[in-house]
C-alpha cells in the first residue's frame, strides 16, 4: 500500500491550497482516509477524516470552517481544500488510510498506512 500526498507549498495568508492523497497498491471498499498535520515543535495532529465507503467525515476542531475533505473512488484519492490560509496553517500535511472499516477518526494509532506529507507554508 502506497499514499502520496501532493499539493503543498508557499500560499500568502487568506489564500488556497488543494491537497490530494493518491492511494495505490490495495483492495478495499471499505477504508479511512485521514489528513493530519505537523508543525515545527509540535506534535502530529488529526485535521480530517473521511470514510471512503459512505462519505462520512469528521474534522478537529481547528479545521470547522476552512477545511473541506472530499473523495473521488474512481481515483483512488482524497482530497483538503484548506481556505483563508493563516500562519499557524503552516505544517507538514500527512495522509494515513485505514483498512476495513466505515467510520473514520483522528486518532493516529487507527491508521496503518501513512504518505510522506507535502509542506505547507503560510507566509507574505
Known amino acids: 500500500v502506497q499514499l502520496q500526498a501532493y499539493g503543498g507549498g508557499l500560499v500568502q495568508p487568506g489564500g488556497s491550497l488543494r491537497l490530494r492523497c493518491l492511494l495505490s497498491?490495495?483492495?478495499?471498499?471499505?477504508?479511512?482516509l485521514g489528513w493530519f498535520r505537523q508543525a515545527p515543535g509540535e506534535e502530529r495532529e488529526g485535521v480530517s477524516c473521511?470514510?471512503?465507503?459512505?462519505?462520512?467525515?469528521t474534522y478537529a476542531d481547528s479545521a470547522e470552517g476552512r477545511f473541506t475533505i472530499s473523495k473521488d473512488n474512481a481515483k483512488n484519492t482524497a482530497y483538503l481544500q484548506i481556505n483563508t490560509l493563516k500562519p499557524e496553517d503552516t505544517a507538514v500535511y500527512y495522509c494515513?488510510?485505514?483498512?476495513?472499516?466505515?467510520?473514520?477518526?483522528?486518532?493516529?494509532?487507527?491508521?496503518?498506512?501513512w504518505g510522506q506529507g507535502t509542506q505547507v507554508t503560510v507566509s507574505s
Open positions: 497498491g490495495f483492495t478495499a471498499d471499505y477504508y479511512a
Open positions: 473521511i470514510s471512503m465507503s459512505n462519505g462520512r467525515t
Open positions: 494515513a488510510a485505514d483498512f476495513g472499516r466505515s467510520w473514520c477518526g483522528l486518532g493516529l494509532d487507527e491508521y496503518d498506512y
